[in-house]
């Protein structure tokens, strides 16, 4: 599952989230978005968690989001719509 995550700084690499991000979660993917304001990049970061249980992804976004991660301040937040 795809989660939007913010409050990342100028800097950071798809590989430093995704290894910071390590001690929390499986990680599948990392794409980091530096369009606009290249001081304030963002990330669509795709975990590895069961589809099955979606309470899980609520859980892992209320644990990690305002926490400092890889240097950042980081936001998370679950898209509106998923495809199914």
């Not at 993917?29 to 001081?39: M, N, S």
């Amino acid at each position: 599952m795809k989660i939007l995550v913010r409050g990342l700084r100028a800097g950071v690499d798809a590989g430093h989230l995704r290894e910071a991000l390590a001690a929390y979660v499986r990680v599948r993917d990392v794409e980091l978005i530096l369009d606009g304001d290249g001081a304030r990049p963002w990330a669509w970061v795709d975990l590895d968690l069961d589809d099955a249980d979606p309470m899980s992804v609520w859980k892992l976004v209320a644990r990690l989001d305002h926490r400092y991660i890889a240097g950042c301040h980081t936001r998370w937040h679950v898209p509106a719509h998923r495809a199914r």
